[in-house]
């Protein structure tokens, strides 16, 4: 099968032909429809997920999508033919935080797809039957590569930041893969939403989307701006940018009893936090970690029934992939990418 393999942490990915797997016990094999693109596959190539050598060479791609061909001994779900989408952490199922929905927490967790094993960067993929969840009917491969991460993280940071009709939501960072759909995802929770990001077309796409607002970050007047849409203070920052400077930014304009919520993960990268702030305003800060295989489903749920609209604004072939990791890599992507077959 034709795929594009990774084959040194930090490096870019090379066509190649390769084996197509097979399903062993408890496993069903894909024929992958598209696959999505965005920051996170970026990072995990970089290594910033896992550095082990053994992992390599690797196929790269958590947000696949495609139909069952093919289901190994004692797989009962998902059926033949059943169009289904990846979840991204190889769970164990059976520690205390697998079995209350917790999946990304758990306590044998083997890794993630693309990876520890390969993933959706080919025209088939290999996965355990529990990581492949439907794709509701109406809902088209390219559209469906959104849902996984990109809009199942924002549900899961709205539950766990318990936004609701009396906060403004900042999303710093909010015209990227999962930015726009958290736009989006906070507007269905009843909020209001301020809209941070830097190109001009990706800040008109966030107001099209339902932001009150939408401002420059470099902007010299933005914190005139925020205090117009926010005067007591922003209720709730979500970071999807993770820098010393952005980390700060959004605690300087959380109002009382504000929540930050961070999602990045990058390696080296902290700000400092006054306590005597902390305290005088009750402030939280809050770590959002991807979403269950419930609110995988749920965000399923809100796309196929038009609650929220996947912004994928670009698709590739297999082989070019690499365009879409440069857009990427230069911040000139709206929303997300995708490969389709």
């Not at 190539?45 to 001994?73: C, F, T, W, Y």
């Not at 993630?112 to 080919?122: E, F, I, K, S, T």
């Not at 009709?165 to 736009?183: L, Q, T």
């Amino acid at each position: 099968m034709r795929a594009q393999v990774l084959h040194q942490w930090g490096g870019e990915v090379t066509s190649e032909e390769v084996s197509t797997p097979s399903p062993g016990p408890g496993e069903a094999l894909v024929k992958v429809e598209a696959c999505g693109v965005g920051l996170t596959v970026l990072n995990c190539m970089k290594g910033n997920m896992s550095q082990r050598p053994e992992d390599l060479p690797r196929i790269p791609g958590h947000e696949a999508v495609g139909r069952v061909v093919a289901v190994g001994a004692a797989v009962e779900s998902p059926r033949m033919g059943e169009r289904v989408l990846a979840y991204f952490y190889l769970f164990c199922g059976a520690c205390d935080l697998c079995r209350a929905a917790h999946e990304p927490l758990c306590r044998n967790l083997r890794g993630n797809v693309g990876v520890a094993c390969d993933g959706g960067y080919a025209e088939y993929l290999k996965l355990p039957a529990e990581n492949l969840l439907p794709v509701p009917e109406g809902v088209s491969p390219v559209a469906a590569t959104a849902i996984p991460d990109a809009i199942a993280t924002p549900l899961h940071v709205s539950r766990r930041a318990g936004i609701g009709p009396s906060d403004v939501v900042m999303v710093v960072g909010a015209g990227g893969g999962v930015g726009i759909h958290m736009v989006q995802m906070a507007r269905l929770f009843g909020a209001d939403v301020v809209a941070v990001d830097r190109a001009e077309d990706k800040l008109k796409a966030v107001r099209d989307l339902g932001a009150r607002a939408a401002v420059d970050f470099h902007s010299p007047d933005i914190a005139a701006a925020l205090r117009s849409v926010a005067p007591a203070g922003i209720s709730v920052a979500v970071d999807f940018v993770g820098t010393r400077e952005t980390l700060a930014f959004c605690l300087e304009h959380l109002g009382r009893r504000g929540r930050l919520v961070l999602l990045t993960t990058f390696p080296g990268v902290a700000t400092e936090v006054a306590p005597r702030l902390m305290v005088r305003e009750e402030l939280s800060i809050l770590g959002s970690r991807y979403a269950s295989r419930w609110e995988v489903s749920e965000a399923a749920r809100l796309v196929a029934e038009r609650k929220i609209t996947p912004v994928v604004s670009e698709t590739v072939e297999l082989a070019r992939v690499g365009e879409l990791h440069a857009k990427l890599r230069a911040g000139t992507l709206l929303g997300r990418g995708a490969i389709a077959f």
